[in-house]
Nanobody, 117 residues
């Protein structure tokens, strides 16, 4: 079993930055797999934001490309999402997810990000 715990959310003004963390725990789970960040805004469906693959390659949804950066620290079993130039439309609950391997489909509990205009 794997447990994912997101943190780092909060209230920030438009144009500001936040760094989200997703720390994984579990006796055999390594963060060095395909991991993703998703978000869900009020009244909307959950949407994919970014992916990082085992080799380190990354992809982003168009609305965040150039502003967000996904990264990983294997020694801390943690995936990050650096969010810069935040906009009010980035307001959402942000979740990390395991996208491959034995624990594919596992979600964290989410962390709230609120961007004020």
């Amino acid at each position: 079993q794997v447990q994912l715990v997101e943190s780092g959310g909060g209230l920030v003004q438009a144009g500001g930055s936040l760094r989200l963390s997703c720390t994984a725990s579990g006796s055999t789970f390594s963060i060095n797999t395909i991991m993703g960040w998703y978000r869900q805004a009020p009244g909307k469906e959950r949407e994919w934001v970014a992916t990082i693959r085992s080799g380190g390659s990354t992809t982003y949804t168009d609305s965040v490309a150039g502003r967000f950066t996904i990264s990983r620290d294997n020694s801390k079993n943690t995936v990050y999402l650096q969010m810069d130039s935040l906009k009010p439309e980035d307001t959402a609950v942000y979740y990390c997810r395991v996208l491959s391997g034995r624990y594919a489909g596992s979600w964290g509990q989410g962390t709230q990000v609120t961007v004020s205009s």
